[in-house]
């Protein structure tokens, strides 16, 4: 069943893929960290003035 997929399946193709994996799990992070952090940074600056 999966001997055509295995053979056109090489080492180039699983670096990207793992390559993009990455590249797409930092953006989610960064994109995450900064909803959590910039309402913090606005209250802050509120609350100093």
């Keep these: 069943m999966f001997?055509?997929?295995t053979t056109r399946y090489?080492?180039?193709s699983a670096t990207?893929?793992?390559?993009i994996i990455l590249l797409g799990?930092?953006?989610l992070g960064?994109?995450?960290c900064y909803v959590q952090?910039?309402?913090h940074?606005?209250?802050d600056t509120?609350?100093?003035?």
């Design 30 to 32: 960064f994109l995450f």
């Design 16 to 19: 990207w893929e793992v390559a």
């Design 10 to 12: 090489d080492m180039s």
């Design 37 to 39: 952090i910039k309402p």
């Design 25 to 27: 799990a930092f953006l």
């Design 3 to 5: 001997e055509n997929i």
């Design 46 to 49: 509120e609350s100093n003035n």
């Design 41 to 43: 940074k606005d209250h």
